[in-house]
């Protein structure tokens, strides 16, 4: 059955979500057949794709041309994609000319944007132009530079009485659900429980109706950093390096390729040439 924004607000209580993040038609295609609900084109392709130290150097043109490939290998998928930062932030306008970009020109079901009870008027002005909207706080990556690092949100007493509140604000503004980043277990749950659309949590604990990792991250593949919240369910980095030297080896010692790899022509045709 399609994976829709739909689907997604009728699952609270009755299943959990399950989604990764995507960033080109191969690995959705993958995704897509292994039953996956929802794939997140995250700006997080900042780091595991392009580098970048954060996501606030990814631009709207990145995200429309990742976001492109994710949607051709994704059928029965929802897929989100993210705002990235500063196309939404300046202006209501903004917030749904570019929203409606990804999925005019992107192909999304959905778009993601960061923030609370101050995306407020952004989320309701994107509903309202009938397009679904994931909401995201807790840690949102975005602001980065604002927390000082990437830290734990929502900790003390006044810093959890916001995140419930900035949850409620997005609620209310037209979300079908909302991704619950780097956020105490206890708190996450509390949220969740307060809430009728979907948690999709990440660091966030079992408490949430759903989660979400960057799948390099979950196969090994990105090793610059992985966070505390990452299981690894298979290294496959290593097996891509493995490959790799074997490659090498077999092209420097002659090994590959061999006969069955080549493609064949008359020796007539050959000798008419000498």
């Not at 995200?63 to 490939?69: N, S």
């Not at 009938?130 to 003390?156: C, D, R, Y």
């Not at 290593?238 to 010692?253: G, H, Q, R, S, T």
Request: glycine content about 10%; charged content about 25%; overall charge negative.
């Amino acid at each position: 059955m399609k994976n829709t924004s739909v689907t997604f607000k009728e699952s609270k209580n009755k299943e959990k979500l399950t989604m990764l993040t995507a960033y080109d038609y191969s690995t959705a295609k993958l995704m897509d057949e292994s039953g996956i609900n929802g794939i997140l084109v995250g700006d997080s392709l900042g780091m595991v794709c392009l580098g970048y130290e954060d996501t606030l150097p990814v631009t709207m043109e990145d995200m429309i041309h990742h976001t492109k490939a994710v949607s051709r290998g994704a059928k029965n998928t929802l897929v989100v994609a993210d705002l990235p930062f500063m196309s939404y932030q300046t202006s209501v306008y903004d917030a749904v000319v570019n929203a409606g970009r990804l999925i005019k020109e992107g192909g999304a079901q959905a778009i993601k944007l960061e923030g609370g009870k101050d995306m407020h008027e952004q989320i309701k002005a994107i509903v309202n132009a009938s397009i679904p909207v994931m909401g995201h706080i807790g840690l949102t990556p975005q602001s980065v530079n604002s927390f000082g690092g990437f830290k734990v949100q929502g900790k003390s007493e006044e810093a959890a009485k916001k995140l419930l509140e900035d949850a409620l604000s997005v609620e209310k503004a037209g979300a079908f659900a909302i991704v619950l980043e780097c956020v105490p277990v206890k708190l996450a749950k509390l949220v969740s429980s307060k809430l009728s659309i979907p948690t999709i949590g990440i660091g966030a604990g079992d408490g949430c109706d759903g989660q979400i990792l960057v799948y390099q991250d979950m196969l090994g593949m990105f090793s610059d950093f992985t966070p505390k919240f990452v299981k690894k369910y298979a290294n496959v980095g290593e097996v891509m390096k493995l490959a790799f030297k074997e490659y090498i080896n077999e092209v420097k010692d002659g090994i590959f390729p061999e006969e069955k790899h080549g493609f064949k022509i008359d020796d007539e045709v050959i000798e008419k040439l000498y």
